[in-house]
């Protein structure tokens, strides 16, 4: 089959001397966490640290929740992550109840092993 020519009698032809045209360069990144959690759902995690002061901020939050209810945080400082951190220590910490903590960064998300369940 024959190929339609790209100029035609419909096409308009419009000049830019000097000028260099690119295809549309769009920023094709995304948030995928924020389409999961509401920004600022849960416990507020900013300027919390150490770890360990994270913890107890959960389970505070987490004292009186069912222990299947989920605990959600945000704004969680990537900074306060012990290496190695693994979400093991959410479940150890908060009785393996489904935890999703997001970072301040926006990207990133810590959740316990039964968030993953």
Same mark, same amino acid.
């Given at each position: 089959?024959?190929?339609?020519?790209?100029?035609?009698? *419909?096409?308009?032809?419009?000049?830019?001397?000097?000028? #260099?045209?690119?295809?549309?360069?769009?920023?094709?990144?995304?948030?995928? @966490?924020?389409?999961?959690?509401?920004? #600022?759902?849960?416990?507020?995690?900013?300027?919390?640290?150490?770890?360990?002061?994270? @913890?107890?901020?959960?389970?505070?939050?987490?004292?009186?929740?069912?222990?299947?209810?989920?605990?959600?945080?945000?704004?969680?400082?990537?900074?306060?992550?012990?290496?190695?951190?693994?979400?093991?220590?959410?479940?150890?910490?908060?009785?393996?109840?489904?935890?999703?903590? *997001?970072?301040?960064?926006?990207?990133?998300?810590?959740?316990?092993? *039964?968030?993953?369940?």
């Amino acid at each position: 089959a024959a190929m339609e020519p790209l100029i035609d009698d *419909r096409t308009d032809i419009v000049h830019y001397p000097g000028a #260099t045209l690119l295809p549309g360069l769009v920023d094709g990144h995304i948030h995928p @966490i924020w389409g999961t959690i509401e920004l #600022t759902r849960g416990v507020n995690l900013t300027d919390i640290s150490p770890m360990i002061a994270v @913890i107890e901020r959960l389970r505070e939050a987490a004292d009186g929740m069912a222990p299947d209810e989920w605990l959600l945080g945000w704004g969680l400082d990537p900074n306060v992550l012990e290496a190695p951190m693994s979400g093991h220590i959410l479940k150890d910490a908060l009785d393996n109840r489904p935890v999703a903590l *997001r970072l301040r960064d926006g990207h990133s998300l810590v959740i316990s092993p *039964r968030a993953v369940e």
